[in-house]
């Protein structure tokens, strides 16, 4: 009987793929619902016997949309899977826990040894790195440590996450376990958006699974669902959130390492981030280290969105080109329009153009532009892409999702967002210039988070504004 | 009230849970459709909160609303990735055709339209959610029909 692998996974479930199950297996195929690959404009992507068909409409046109064998497809062969590497290839619930306990028997301090040799840092945004976190929870002497998993994943352009969990959510659980046993934590809980409910059910049933493995035996594993909040992917608005409140950001120090949930030291981690643990234990963090470029080490999800051809997820070492993944693995705009901008890093993060499209991805030489990788999104937009309005949704996207605690971020956003309205009325002058120059200036030093401090970042890229020039 | 004791128990179920008054709000969503004043008063009363402290949750949060919304709730992404490819245009489309701006709903509760950030298909926009189903490359008769 031929064997069909089916996606299970939210985009290709929009595109078909419940309907392509059933079709298949009242055809008398062998079904297994399967993570995705990613790869967004194959979807859905059939594998039928280790032969991959996409994007599939039709059952008896399979031919026509035949890609080869899976392993051969280049857009995945070229990629270097080391968080996805099972993602998609079979059913993420059969799951053998004998490495996963193997590694549990190693000491907390040589598996922090290997996280530090490493270089692996935060895959959230900030890029902090990730040993340090480690070392000081493991140092601080509490009653109770936590495990905090930050599935919030609310910047547009990204959906690694997403697709992790859907697709071999038993990563995360490896990364979670690993850290908990390392740090001294043995409670975990995942804070997953609400947007996201096919990730929740699947994610669920893997506890579950989980737990009839005998794995969580030593460690509490909670799912919490969010309730529709952005900055509840602010590590400290989503601590306030966890514990029953408004999601407004605590001010720091004291660190969640320190005094996190609940006043408890807590290990605070983006999915990505301690999904690409189980990868760094297995092949050792010198090697790890080696991948990559400098200080950008290892592997990153980068996303591929907006206006392109070949848009997805591509796992790639740090350090090609953004015109190697927008040209090369994206092929270009999906308009067929001549390229415009692309927003690197989420809502939060600039809009570069032509002129900075062979700056390297990494996190150094993204810095130097006054830009940032983020979670490793990459929105990008034909020549049709006006400015003015960009700037001013960053304004208006902020003054939204501000959880209002800070003055700067509140007002600020607000009033940038009038001036903005103001300025694509018309009244494009050098006076409202230099309000929107000064309200960048004052939010960036002032505001209590990334959320208030880091708008002005798509507001000056878009406008060609500089930092500080208020002054 | 009947209804209520039903719904306190709903909120009942959530005590010692993690973030339970968000929780506990949720699941009122879910079953109710939306939040009312008596709610919030339960939820005060269980949590052994103001009512201030539970209607400052609610506003807080965007999946929360204190008003009915319509049998067919449209969602559109509104955010950066939907933008390059469209999804103003479609937006103003939608809401011509409905009579309704974002954040509206129909007097005969019918129909609701509302903006999203990001449902994570940013690779296949426009996306959009018809109630529960999620619908990507999202056109004006797939929300419409």
């Not at chain 1, 290997?114 to 002497?141: C, M, N």
């Not at chain 2, 007097?107 to 189903?133: I, K, Q, T």
């Amino acid at each position: 009987m031929s064997r069909a692998l089916v996606p299970n996974e939210t985009l290709a479930n929009a595109l078909g793929a419940n309907e392509l199950a059933r079709e298949l297996g009242a055809r008398g195929y062998q079904v297994v619902r399967s993570g995705g690959f990613g790869l967004a404009w194959l979807e859905p992507m059939l594998v039928i016997d280790g032969q991959a068909y996409g994007p599939v409409r039709d059952l008896d046109a399979l031919e026509e949309v035949a890609l080869g064998p899976v392993n051969e497809i280049p857009a995945i062969a070229r990629q270097r899977r080391i968080i996805f590497d099972r993602c998609g290839r079979g059913n993420p619930m059969d799951y053998d826990p004998a490495w996963l306990l193997d590694q549990l028997r190693r000491s907390p301090r040589e598996i922090i040894a290997e996280i530090r040799a490493s270089g692996l840092r935060g895959r959230g945004g900030a890029g902090f790195p990730a040993h340090i976190k480690w070392q000081t929870v493991h140092d601080t002497p509490a009653p109770q440590k936590y495990i905090v998993v930050n599935a919030d994943e609310g910047d547009s352009g990204t959906f690694a996450d997403r697709l992790i969990m859907e697709g071999d959510p038993f990563r995360l659980i490896e990364g979670m376990l690993l850290a908990g046993h390392a740090v001294g934590a043995d409670k975990g809980i995942v804070y997953l958006r609400s947007e996201y409910p096919l990730a929740a059910r699947i994610f669920d049933q893997a506890i579950a699974r989980a737990r009839e493995l005998g794995l969580l035996e030593n460690f509490a594993l909670e799912l919490f669902i969010g309730a529709g909040a952005y900055i509840c992917g602010e590590e400290t608005s989503l601590l306030e959130s966890l514990e029953g409140r408004r999601g407004e950001v605590r001010s720091k120090p004291p660190v969640p390492a320190v005094a996190g949930l609940f006043g408890q030291p807590t290990l605070v981690h983006n999915v990505i981030s301690l999904c690409s643990v189980p990868g760094i234990l297995r092949m050792g963090g010198a090697a790890y280290a080696e991948i990559g470029v400098g200080p950008s080490t290892g592997s990153m999800t980068f996303q591929l969105a907006g206006n392109i051809q070949r848009g997805g997820l591509y796992e790639l070492p740090f350090g090609l080109s953004m015109r190697e993944l927008v040209e090369d693995w994206g092929g270009g705009t999906r308009s067929g329009r001549p390229f415009g901008a692309v927003q690197l890093g989420g809502p939060l993060g600039a809009y570069l153009f032509e002129d900075a499209l062979d700056t390297p991805l990494t996190y150094e030489a993204t810095a130097k532009l006054g830009a940032g990788i983020g979670h490793g999104g990459l929105v990008v937009f034909d020549d049709t892409m006006d400015r003015v309005r960009q700037a001013h949704f960053a304004f208006a996207f902020c003054a939204h999702e501000s959880c209002g605690k800070c003055t700067p971020c509140r007002i600020g956003a607000v009033r940038g967002k009038e001036t903005m309205e103001a300025l694509a009325a018309g009244e494009y002058t050098e006076d409202k210039i230099a309000v929107i120059a000064e309200l960048c200036d004052v939010m960036e030093e002032a505001s209590l988070c990334q959320m208030g401090g880091m708008t002005p970042i798509p507001v000056r890229s878009a406008l060609g504004i500089a930092p500080g020039i208020s002054e | 009230m009947e209804n209520d004791s039903a719904i306190r128990e709903l909120v009942s179920a959530c005590v010692g849970q993690t973030g339970a008054p968000v929780t506990a709000l949720r699941k009122i969503m879910a079953t109710h459709g939306h939040i009312t004043d008596e709610h919030v008063g339960i939820v005060a009363d269980v949590f052994n909160l103001s009512r201030a402290d539970v209607r400052g949750i609610v506003s807080f949060y965007s999946d929360f609303s204190t008003t009915p919304r319509g049998r067919k709730h449209i969602r559109i992404c509104q955010a950066e990735a939907c933008q390059a490819v469209g999804c103003r245009g479609l937006t103003r489309e939608v809401s011509a055709a409905l009579g309704l701006g974002l954040g509206e709903t129909s007097e005969d509760l019918a129909v609701s339209l509302e903006g999203v950030y990001c449902l994570g298909l940013c690779a296949s926009g426009p996306s959009a959610m018809v109630n529960e189903r999620i619908i990507a490359h999202a056109t004006r008769e797939d929300l419409l029909q």
